[in-house]
């Protein structure tokens, strides 16, 4: 039986196990964390294109009874004006990522896939057709193939293609927090999004009465950062978003950083997929999503085609299109400067939203 050696445990690691199973193919997942993510304190929305794709391997339900579910989107303007409503179909779901790293892992468990912690991949070589990865502990592991799910700094896409570029900087210094002080709530299934005058601002309140908010701010200098910056940025329009930062007691602030083209996302045994492959600046929300298809449909192209390269090369070509132009759109979405104008029309993103998997079509 075919052995995938999964590099990394988050969103994209996990799901492609599973759905390596369902495809016949054995797997084990080799985490370099003992827990996760450095930027594990952010939480994320699925989106009904990431829920179809939990779906298809039968994943979905551990992440809505860990969640809850987001509705509607309503944009405001930084003098409060509502710009539009926007119905969010099809079961998104909102949950901290920590959680949902928790939820996809105890899944994996009870499906019998080995998680190994600790391991983070610093070589990889093939030899004879088998891949040897070796890890910064001086274990090692090997397996038929490799699947690089290491994250937008992924160490994969450097030994695949050493001149792979480095990720970009977008520009954007985000902010996340959450506060039961604020007076400002949001029911639990709506979206508040602000697009203030000097920075974006996003917040909806959790079934517990905790306000779950970020802010997207042009570059600030992240060794001096403070909350006191955003609510600086925030303090002067006719909205919410100043006092849910002010009533905040943690944050936290990171610089974000995408990842627009990746020539090579194979070699004979070797293949990226969520960050590792096309990372998204947050401004588009569709970073996990599109992790979460890339793991169905490479499980699904290696169920069908039986030579393996063959059956990456497919796997790009279903892929590359739709994520290279998420991340274009993702990037300038969150760099118009003028934040009203760059508000997405629901009619433009059906072809985001509506991408349905059917798990039992065969890959042509
Ligand atoms: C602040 C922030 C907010 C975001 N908000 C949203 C949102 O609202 N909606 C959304 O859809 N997306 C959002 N995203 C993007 C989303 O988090 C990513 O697109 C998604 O996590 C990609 O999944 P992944 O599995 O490819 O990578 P990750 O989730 O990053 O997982 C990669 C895993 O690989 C491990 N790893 C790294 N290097 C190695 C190595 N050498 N060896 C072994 N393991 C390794 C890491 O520890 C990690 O566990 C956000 C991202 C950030 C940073």
Redesign the pocket.
Known sequence: MTKALI?????????TAMALQKAGITSEI????DT????I???????RN?MNALHAVDAHQPVIDAGFPATDVEYLDGSGTRITLNPMRGGAQ?LK?SVL?RVLHDETTHRGIPLHHG????LASIVDGVVHAQ??DGSTAEGDLLVG????????RAIIDPDSPAPRFTGLT?A?GYTKASSFQQSADAYRMIAGSRAFFGYTTAPDGETWW?ARAPELDLSTATKQNFVDLLAGDNTPAAEIVRSTDDL?I?N??DVPETRHWYNDSMVL?????H??S?A?????????E?SVILAKCLRDIADTRAAFEKYTEIRRARVERLVAESAEQGSNPNRRAAVPRPEDRHWLYDYEIDWNEAIA
């Not at 080799?30 to 964390?33: G, L, N």
């Open positions: 590099i990394g445990g988050g969103i994209a690691g996990a799901v080799h985490e370099a964390y996760g993510a450095d930027d304190g952010a939480f994320l929305t699925i989106m990431g909102t990522r790293y391991k983070r991949l610093v890890f910064k799910a290491d994250g937008i700094h992924s160490a994969t985000i996340y970020f936290f990171n974000a950083y997929v969520g960050d590792a492959a990372a998204a947050p588009s929300g569709q970073g996990a999503s599109l992790a979460l890339d």
